[in-house]
């Protein structure tokens, strides 16, 4: 679920000491933007709702969650379109994967 | 990266997603700059009425205000104060 390359340039980029850090940030970070935009469409807040997704995006782009990214980009977009009621199944699905890119990104750090 | 051959400088860095800002630092930091942060708007204004910056850089997508918002506070704030 990760690209290895985008994550292996990142660690290079930011050394070996500092990914960890970064890591521990978006492994606090991201189940906060789940909830986050959970809350924000049970409250129809489109607004908030596409923020969160917008920084989840590109949380998981930076680390090479690029299916992840993908997913998260189309709930900003429906955010953005203010269509929260096709989001519900999508964000669900977003909420089920995200556990396994952490697990991946824990190994691949080591 | 590419090789950093520019004048150095201190930077606000404005961003309320922690990774981008921690992210943004190193690499700005590796380049030679010192590196302040600043999670939303109301603590970017603080830290500019206190202190001296080059160059700040604004995250567009933020709660409460967004960075074109905080931009046009700071300029109204710039011209309506003296320059140190």
């Known amino acids: ?110 | 990266m590419t090789e950093a051959h520019c004048e150095t400088g201190r930077l606000l860095v404005v961003d309320d997603n922690k990774v981008n800002r921690l992210l943004l630092g190193r690499g700005l930091e590796q380049q030679g700059h010192q590196v302040v942060f600043a999670e939303n708007g109301r603590q970017a204004f603080e830290l500019l009425a206190s202190q001296r910056f080059d160059l700040v850089l604004l995250d567009i997508q933020m709660p409460e205000m967004d960075g074109y918002q905080v931009l046009e506070q700071i300029v109204h704030t710039q011209s309506c104060a003296t320059y140190r």
């Open chain 1, 1 to 110: 679920m990760i690209d290895q390359k985008t994550f292996d340039e990142l660690r290079q980029m930011v050394g070996e000491g500092f990914i960890h850090e970064l890591l521990e940030t978006f492994f606090e970070s991201s189940p906060q933007l789940i909830a986050e935009m959970q809350a924000a469409l049970a409250a129809g807040d489109a607004e908030s709702f596409q923020r969160a997704a917008h920084s989840m995006k590109s949380n998981c782009a930076s680390f090479g969650a690029l299916e992840l990214a993908a997913q998260a980009r189309e709930l900003e977009i429906l955010g953005r379109d203010l269509e929260l009621d096709k989001a519900v199944q999508k964000l669900d699905n977003l909420a089920t994967i995200y556990p396994l890119v952490e697990i991946e990104l824990k190994e691949l750090a080591g």
